[in-house]
């Protein structure tokens, strides 16, 4: 079913829309729930055009999806990444078999630690670099893990179309 045109189109929408996420995080350090909402409603299309089962496949993705979400929403509540990226990750593991959800995590978690690390050495080397509404220099660093989580999951994406022994 990889080469159905409408599959196709859609994990290019997907990576687009990762993308644009990304870019708008870095920005902003927020991610839309609008957009959150578009990677979850497209994940219902892309369902049905590669043929899911409700039960029991639909329904694992979504069980999945909601562990993503519980997992996540500690590192919300410990103030470790922002609402938005909870929401982004969750999302993108319903597009994703529990397997590539998993690696999807390694992969964000691997990106979001570089990350961290040249955000911190950003932060150090140049204090003023991120500033706050009022143009003072921010106390603390912040990390878009958005970035992250959209290397993770093109990442997976691009192991589908690269690894075709998997």
């Known amino acids: 079913m990889m080469n159905d045109p409408l599959t196709l189109c859609l994990l290019g929408l997907l990576a687009i829309i990762v993308l644009v996420a990304a870019v708008i995080d870095v920005r902003t350090f927020t991610i839309a729930n609008g957009l959150n909402l578009a990677v979850a409603g497209l994940a219902l299309i892309y369902w049905w055009s590669i043929g899911l089962d409700p039960w029991p496949d639909a329904a694992i993705r979504v069980g999945v ?3 993503v979400f519980a997992l996540l929403a500690v590192t919300f509540y410990l103030g470790m990444m922002g609402g938005g990226d909870v929401k982004l990750a969750a999302a993108l593991a319903l597009w994703f078999t529990p397997f ?7 992969y964000t978690s691997i990106a979001g630690g570089i990350l961290t690390l040249v955000v911190l050495w950003a932060h150090r080397r140049w204090p003023g670099w991120q500033v706050e509404d009022d143009g003072t220099a921010k106390a603390k660093a912040e990390v878009p893990y958005g970035v992250a989580i959209a290397v993770g999951a093109l990442v997976v994406l691009a192991q589908r179309f690269l690894n075709h022994f998997a």
């Open 65 to 67: 999806a909601v562990g």
């Open 100 to 106: 590539e959800t998993l690696r999807f995590l390694v």
